[in-house]
């Protein structure tokens, strides 16, 4: 369908579809198989300056908004969701600074990350504190001129690959959510340090892993905001990000819908090819409609934030939960298309089946994102009585 899109939206378009076909395609059985971290796909990815999209050009991006990420995004997934997660937790990492930051510390770490020179994370989740991030345990006390950051976080992408990590932790022990803070964190800084990299089902071309801070002593000025907005921050750049999510879902689902209706027009069972059996067609048909409605929804919620509207946790909810759910039931449903072929690796959809899982559970899980759309409309059908 045609979205109206700009010359350059459709050149940044065209830019990361042609990395999906040219680089990301050869490779992606290969760094799925061996769990292998992307490196000279994130290089091209740089080249085509597509880490910078959202990032202002006063701190070396391209001053897009999340409508042009979300292209770059969508496409990149198409390729591959394991190396779209890579790239977009990159994004995950530098929306916070790019948000919060000061002057300083925007001119020090954007441009690196626009350019792809330095790649970024971010780091909530910790062993005891998943869904609930209330209950985080990682402390940063102040002594002087510095922080001194104690605790783990788990299950970081890009934990290890990446330069620049934006990290929460509580400075005031007491206060609880209220009294954590972010803190911007660079690998080598003395006292951080990695753990296991996961095994994982899916997305096995990004990284996951652990990150140790044992004394870990930083500068003062490595403060993002002010102390106590952690949590503020932390859901602001998860607002931000979900729609991102919501695009790798919907590149993911159109490339297993592609796959499903090729393998349908040429495999033939009784004579025929199996698309012209009414089962098979209308199985296609709903994947198409679904995908098509998810990436209206995700293109419509990405312009609107890019209004920069004052509130829109609903809507970026409502992106992240619908297009990750149609991900998950169209790669379910290329895997039936194709049979027993499509439980094979030697056909990408039963990678794609178990990249899609994922998009239910990171950046909080679906439940998480009913239980937000919920709190809001408890919210806004409250102010209306
Ligand atoms: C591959 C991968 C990459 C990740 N990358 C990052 C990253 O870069 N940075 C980061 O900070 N985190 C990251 N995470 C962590 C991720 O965001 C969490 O896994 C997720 O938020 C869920 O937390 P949990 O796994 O601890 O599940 P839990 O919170 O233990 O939840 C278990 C189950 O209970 C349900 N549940 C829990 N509470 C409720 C409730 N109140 N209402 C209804 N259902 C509920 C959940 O939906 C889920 O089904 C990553 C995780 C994975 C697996």
Same mark, same amino acid.
């Given at each position: 369908?045609?979205?109206?899109?700009?010359?350059?939206?459709?050149?940044?378009?065209?830019? !990361?579809?042609?990395?999906?076909?040219?680089?990301?395609?050869?490779?992606?059985?290969?760094?799925?198989?061996? =769990?292998?971290?992307?490196?000279?796909?994130?290089?091209?990815?740089? /080249?085509?300056?597509?880490?910078?999209?959202?990032?202002?050009?006063?701190? &070396?991006?391209?001053?897009?908004?999340?409508?042009?990420?979300?292209?770059?995004?969508?496409?990149?997934?198409?390729?591959?969701?394991?190396?779209?997660? !890579?790239?977009?937790?990159?994004?995950?990492?530098?929306?916070?600074?790019?948000?919060?930051?000061?002057?300083?510390?925007?001119?020090?770490?954007?441009?690196?990350?626009?350019?792809?020179?330095?790649?970024?994370?971010?780091?909530?989740?910790?062993?005891?504190?998943?869904?609930?991030?209330?209950?985080?345990?990682?402390?940063?006390?102040?002594?002087?001129?510095?922080?001194?950051?104690?605790?783990?976080?788990?299950?970081?992408?890009?934990?290890?690959? #990446?330069?620049?990590?934006?990290?929460?932790?509580?400075?005031?022990?007491?206060?609880?959510?209220?009294?954590?803070?972010?803190?911007?964190?660079?690998?080598?800084?003395?006292?951080?340090?990695?753990?296991?990299?996961?095994?994982?089902? &899916?997305?096995?071309?990004?990284?996951?892993?652990?990150?140790?801070?044992?004394?870990?002593?930083?500068?003062? =000025?490595?403060?993002?905001?002010?102390?106590?907005?952690?949590?503020?921050?932390? @859901?602001?750049?998860?607002?931000?990000?979900?729609?991102?999510?919501?695009? @790798?879902?919907?590149?993911?689902?159109?490339?297993?819908?592609?796959?499903?209706?090729?393998?349908?027009?040429? /495999?033939?069972?009784?004579?025929?090819?199996?698309?012209?059996?009414?089962?098979?067609?209308?199985? @296609?048909?709903?994947?198409?409609?679904?995908?098509?409605?998810? /990436?209206?929804?995700?293109?419509?919620?990405?312009?609107?934030?890019?209004?920069?509207?004052? =509130?829109?946790?609903?809507?970026?909810?409502?992106?992240? @939960?619908?297009?990750?759910?149609?991900?998950?039931?169209?790669?379910?449903?290329?895997?039936?298309?194709? &049979?027993?072929?499509?439980?094979? /690796?030697?056909?990408?959809?039963?990678?794609?089946?178990?990249?899609?899982?994922?998009?239910?559970?990171?950046?909080?899980?679906?439940?998480?994102?009913?239980?937000?759309? #919920?709190?809001?409309?408890?919210?806004?059908?409250?102010?209306?009585?």
């Amino acid at each position: 369908m045609l979205y109206s899109l700009t010359e350059e939206q459709e050149m940044i378009k065209e830019v !990361a579809r042609r990395i999906a076909e040219e680089k990301i395609l050869p490779k992606r059985a290969e760094l799925d198989e061996k =769990e292998e971290f992307p490196w000279d796909i994130l290089k091209e990815i740089a /080249r085509a300056d597509l880490f910078g999209i959202f990032i202002p050009e006063e701190y &070396g991006g391209l001053g897009f908004g999340s409508f042009e990420n979300a292209l770059a995004v969508e496409q990149i997934a198409w390729g591959c969701a394991g190396v779209a997660t !890579a790239f977009a937790a990159s994004g995950l990492g530098a929306y916070p600074i790019f948000l919060f930051g000061n002057e300083e510390q925007k001119h020090t770490y954007l441009p690196p990350i626009a350019k792809g020179e330095k790649i970024a994370a971010f780091g909530l989740t910790e062993p005891n504190a998943g869904s609930d991030a209330g209950g985080i345990q990682t402390t940063a006390m102040k002594d002087g001129e510095y922080y001194v950051l104690n605790g783990t976080k788990q299950w970081i992408t890009n934990a290890g690959e #990446a330069d620049i990590y934006v990290i929460i932790a509580l400075t005031d022990k007491k206060k609880g959510p209220r009294g954590a803070s972010a803190f911007i964190l660079e690998k080598g800084d003395p006292g951080f340090s990695f753990g296991k990299k996961e095994k994982k089902m &899916g997305i096995r071309a990004s990284t996951t892993g652990s990150l140790i801070f044992e004394d870990c002593r930083i500068p003062k =000025e490595r403060l993002l905001g002010k102390e106590g907005m952690g949590f503020f921050i932390a @859901l602001k750049t998860l607002d931000y990000a979900r729609p991102g999510v919501g695009a @790798l879902a919907v590149g993911l689902a159109q490339a297993a819908l592609d796959e499903a209706v090729k393998f349908a027009r040429q /495999r033939k069972q009784f004579g025929q090819p199996i698309i012209s059996f009414q089962a098979v067609g209308h199985m @296609l048909a709903d994947m198409a409609t679904q995908i098509e409605a998810a /990436r209206a929804l995700i293109y419509a919620v990405c312009k609107y934030i890019d209004t920069n509207p004052k =509130e829109f946790a609903k809507y970026a909810a409502i992106a992240k @939960l619908f297009a990750s759910d149609v991900a998950m039931r169209v790669t379910i449903d290329a895997v039936q298309v194709l &049979g027993g072929h499509g439980y094979m /690796r030697d056909y990408p959809v039963e990678k794609m089946m178990r990249d899609a899982k994922i998009l239910q559970i990171y950046e909080g899980t679906n439940q998480i994102q009913r239980n937000v759309i #919920a709190q809001v409309l408890n919210k806004e059908y409250g102010r209306k009585k």
